[in-house]
């Protein structure tokens, strides 16, 4: 794959930004098809697919913020010189043919492709039904931003495919793919891992897990809850479960109220039996699977455990291993808790929805990915490269 420069890159990009800003009348009508076939009371869906002036004008500061960062290929990682005379460097270096599969989120067409092609890889995008004629119109934006730049369509290419078909791409792709990126649920996540034959970095489910501690400030604790879990509901950094320290003075009370004012907000409640006992208009939990369970509503499990060492043990065992929040005063405990959760993002005192990739100062993400290998968390520019070690020698031998 051909090595684009620096400032060509950026042409496209600033060719792109003055393009979405020209047909944003253009892809808020497009948009509008398809929010016209939704089903209203879906509001996660709602959420993730509606394109309004404000989103358009996401997408463009997504493409400025991109175009203004430097370029990732071709960085030195480290770099040695061995007794034998060999120079050897190690750089960062494209990935190739990326694959990313999402659903419902017309900005992920922007955010993808543009974190793509400034790290010098192509990209196929395979966006959900449900945003089709989005999709195309951005799609389109995209081709006349690289056919003004003298490029052509093949950095950035959309799948339009039924199951059956993406099953058999998967098998046998028409380009080589050197990475897929799954962005949504389970099923979508096992169905990529099922039949693709290359890499696949996962973007895994959300059900993130808020533990507050016997040491925890209250209406510091409230105010999280309510943005992590209200803010906003879509979202795969949102709270689903919240654990109470059986230790935590007033336990009862601050239950009862807690419960209240989540109810207040328009959340649903669910509880465990202790929960229920002290509030009855909680639902009790009647399927163990709800655990694992990432709701994208407004509905919220609050459950108590006796230790500090049961709430870890319990958001190892349920939650997506996306992010898990301790609200606590005593730092040494808030370390433990920390140290202990395996989650791509941790935090303490602090709402989950953090876990973004212009939250944490990384810019526009591709996925928040929840595998180990070979990056953990908001997937950027700088993360959206390989490496490759560049050998210098002078007739050395072995």
């Known amino acids: 794959m051909e090595l684009q420069t620096t400032e060509k890159k950026n042409s496209v990009l600033q060719s792109m930004i003055d393009i979405l800003d020209r047909r944003r009348t253009d892809i808020i009508s497009e948009n509008k ?19 309004n002036d404000a989103k358009v004008d996401g997408m463009i500061e997504a493409v400025r913020q991109v175009k203004a960062m430097k370029d990732p290929v071709g960085n030195i990682l480290s770099e040695r010189q061995l007794d034998n005379g060999l120079k050897i460097q190690n750089k960062t270096a494209p990935f190739g043919n990326i694959l990313i599969i999402y659903e419902s989120r017309p900005d992920v067409t922007i955010e993808a492709a543009v974190l793509a092609f400034k790290a010098n890889s192509k ?17 389109e934006c995209w081709h006349e931003a690289l056919k003004e730049n003298g490029l052509d369509d093949s950095w950035i290419r959309m799948l339009e495919l039924n199951r059956e078909a993406t099953q058999e791409f ?40 808020l533990f507050i501690d016997s040491e925890a400030d209250w209406k510091k604790s409230i105010d999280v809850i309510l943005n992590a879990k209200t803010d906003k509901i879509s979202a795969c950094n949102a709270l689903d479960k919240i654990l109470i320290s059986e230790e935590l003075p007033e336990l009862d009370q601050k239950i009862v109220e807690l419960n209240s004012i989540l109810r207040d907000a328009g959340v649903e409640v669910l509880g465990d039996k202790y929960v229920h006992q002290l509030d009855a208009q909680t639902k009790t939990i009647d ?68 876990t973004d990739g212009g939250a944490m100062g990384v810019g526009a993400e591709l996925a928040i990915s929840t595998d180990k290998l070979h990056h953990r968390g908001p997937l950027g520019l700088d993360q959206l490269v390989t490496n490759k070690y560049y050998v210098y020698g002078n007739g050395q031998v072995r």
Not at 294 to 312: D, H, N, Q, R
Request: charged share 25%; hydrophobic share 40%; proline share 3%.
């Open 33 to 51: 098809r398809d929010l016209d076939a939704y089903d209203p009371n879906d509001r996660a869906m709602y959420d993730r697919l509606i394109v």
């Open 287 to 354: 399927d163990q699977n709800t655990w694992f369970e990432e709701f994208l509503a407004m509905k919220c499990v609050v459950s108590v455990v006796p230790t500090l060492e049961e709430a870890t043990r319990k958001i190892n065992e349920f939650s997506g291993g996306h992010s898990a929040a301790i609200m606590t005063e005593n730092s040494n405990r808030a370390d433990v808790f920390m140290e202990t959760v395996d989650s791509a993002a941790v935090y303490q005192n602090a709402s989950t929805r953090f």
């Open 170 to 209: 998967l098998r046998n792709p028409d380009v080589k793919l050197d990475l897929i990126v799954p962005r949504g649920g389970e099923r979508l996540i096992k169905f990529v891992k099922d039949h693709a034959t290359c890499p696949v970095l996962v973007s895994g489910r959300g059900n993130n897990f």
């Open 123 to 139: 990209i196929l995008l395979k966006g959900g039904k449900e945003a089709v004629h989005s999709n195309r119109i951005l799609v």
